[in-house]
């Protein structure tokens, strides 16, 4: 059961350490956010199990990671700087902002004013000074998506690593978009993360490709333990569409506030590899592209057999880690009460999501030859190359329970007085609170196979 509110969220991240509002002691940046201890841990598993997923299971992938500073053109052929824009309104009495689309009626969600501006498209994009003088004639772009520097280095890909048609470039790295109105946490802000793949496939062949990565990343989100009953597909259709885009579908979560996109699924056809081209006329290029008078690259697979050039078409699963952390959390989040009328707070993430893995509790914070036995325990564990293993002496083991099952830790390791007879410990599961007594000799084996 996924929690209630936005707010419950809110709070437990700022209390244990998840997620802060960024430059809070002056004030905070809307729509940017910090992510503290716990939070970094919970992000970077997430990201390195889509890294896993794309890049090492599969042997058609290859990683990439670019710069985030683009150069003004690669945004212009694009279709970025013309097109990359929401609908702003003004409001003429109280001057706020807003993103027409996002308008419930014709008044403003402030004061309330029927005064609006008619809309007009606001640019998206981040632009900032290049070298010491800021006289407006040097500037770059902070990339919109990690996607364009992917078909950028398209021929340095293919060059570098010898593939062939199917083959798709993974990245993960930060985005910004200036969003007129950030919102509800992480899931709408100004810098965030993208997962990126972008895959080549033969025109004709797209179709089919779209369709099986849709079923992919479905069942990457169930393994990330997001209910598939959580998920909606929308075929995006109409004004709607992006300015490449043949056919999209938006896996839709069902939020705390409302039904929104987690990730698109779209068919990016060969406008992107054909707008940065050089020489678009001797190749065929269905999407219609503007001419392009600056690239010095020619974006195209040589078949040397054959001796054809080929435009790919390209699928492209993104899907932002931020909202991604938000689901996850929200799936996890569960309040349980218990056989004796109390309640507690249980983050019930997957272990491989778990920011940390095993917390290591001394039964008492005083006694030598415990704290030693747990730092040992604590050290052998972290060898194992698992993730986090806490060692954390405060010797308040029910209250080390209850703040390791809020932070989503599966297991507890605790050490007494009889480990040091029988080199025992008790293990303590998160989800079932079931606990057993395991030998140090058994440890690795049994914290592996739980937590892997
Ligand atoms: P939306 O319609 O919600 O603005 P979008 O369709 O513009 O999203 P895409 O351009 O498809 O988003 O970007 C791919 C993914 O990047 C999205 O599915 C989302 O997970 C993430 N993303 C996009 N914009 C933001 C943002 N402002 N904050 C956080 N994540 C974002």
Redesign the pocket.
Known sequence: MPAQSMEELVALCKRRGFIFQASEIYGGLQGIYDYGPLGVELKNNLKNAWWRAMVYERDDVEGLDSAILTNQKVLLYSGHEATFSDPLVDCRDCKSRWRADHLESDQCPKCGSSNLTEPRPFNLMFKTAIGPVDDGSSFAYLRP?TAQSIFTNFKNVLDSTSRKLPFGIAQIGKSF?N?ITPRNFI???RE?E?MELEFFVEPGEDEDWHDRWIQERMSWWSEQGVNENNIELLHVEGDELAHYSKATVDLMYRFPHGL?????IANRTDFDLGSHTKNQADLSISADVEENRDSNTRLAYHDQQANTWTVPYVIEP???V??GVLAVLNEAYTIERLENGSERTVLKLKPHLAPIKVAVLPLKRNHDEIVETSRRIKQDLQRLGLGRILFENTGNIGKGYRRHDEIGTPLAVTVDFETLEDQTVTVRDRDTMAQERVHLEELSAFVTERVR
């Open positions: 998506e978009r969003e899931f709408r802000v965030f993208q929104e996109e987690l990730e698109g993104s899907a932002g931020d909202r």
